[in-house]
């Protein structure tokens, strides 16, 4: 698979800058923005690198612990969200204790992910500035800013291709394979399309559910079965819609062929760069 350079520089970039100036209490937007550069940047090292090297493997493992804490943050704001969207009639006070428990977890996750940060922040950035640095020296070896990429794709598109009956199981790990799956494309510059959107769609709608499963979880911890049993009856239905919807889209992406998506070779990429100029 080609990639351009235009591509795989902007996630080393973007996320150099965003550890710079991260925030002592990050916004979710910034949470979201750092977890999502630190996924982009995976994609970027699985594409073009078959068999990382030593200084790709170092910054992956620096920057894992980063982006679960980043997740662990991001998951009690969208859950917080969440038991906004819920009713509040007759159920207020059950709200009110549910909202308290996530903000105090949204905290304490908060620190984690800001020690973890500061932790690791200056080798992180000095790795991402010199492996930007490689990125370009490669392109430039190549005609039109481009570079033959590696095989995981196409092994990704065979691997959900192959994937087992779907359930409630494993379909979050599927979703984790359709997302690095887009991201990679991203990566390499294609340019969308129905397949693209529904691979877009199944990693939103999983990920919907997956959010509602946890924000049920944490309700069946926090709240009274008897006295609260009106919001923990409505999040479990909600989650059971969410399920279905989920379980369709995931579905109806299986049924389509996948494989030709990971072929994208440098004179495509080359003639739609020529385009947009």
């Known amino acids: 698979m080609a990639v351009a350079l235009e591509n795989v520089a902007k996630p080393p970039c973007k996320l150099r800058k965003l550890l710079k100036r991260f925030p002592v209490n990050p916004s979710p937007d910034a949470v979201h923005a750092l977890r999502t550069q630190a996924r982009r940047l995976e994609a970027v090292i699985d594409a073009v690198e ?127 394979q359709v997302k690095k799956l887009r991201y990679m494309l991203q990566v390499a510059g294609h340019p969308g399309g129905s397949q693209m959107n529904a691979l877009a769609n199944v990693k939103d709608t999983i990920g919907d559910w997956h959010d509602w499963t946890g924000l049920l979880k944490v309700a069946e911890k926090v709240l009274d079965p008897k006295a609260d049993g009106a919001v923990l009856k409505q999040i479990e239905g909600i989650r059971e819609k969410k399920f279905r919807l989920a379980l369709t889209s995931a579905k109806s992406l299986r049924r389509q062929d996948l494989e030709h998506l990971a072929e994208v070779s440098p004179e495509k990429l080359s003639r739609r760069k020529r385009k947009r100029q």
């Open 50 to 176: 078959p068999e990382p090297g030593k200084q790709s493997i170092r910054i992956l493992k620096l920057m894992k612990p980063v982006r679960k804490a980043a997740g662990a943050v991001r998951d009690m704001d969208v859950q917080i969200e969440n038991v906004f969207a819920l009713s509040r009639d007759d159920t207020r006070e059950a709200l009110v204790g549910l909202v308290e428990y996530l903000a105090k977890m949204r905290e304490k996750h908060g620190r984690h992910l800001l020690k973890i940060v500061e932790r690791r922040r200056k080798e992180v950035r000095s790795l991402l500035r010199r492996y930007a640095a490689v990125l370009e020296k490669r392109s430039k070896a190549n005609p039109h800013g481009l570079m033959e990429g590696g095989s995981a794709p196409r092994i990704l598109t065979t691997e959900l291709g192959f994937w087992p009956k779907l359930d409630a199981e494993n379909l979050h790990p599927f979703r984790v």
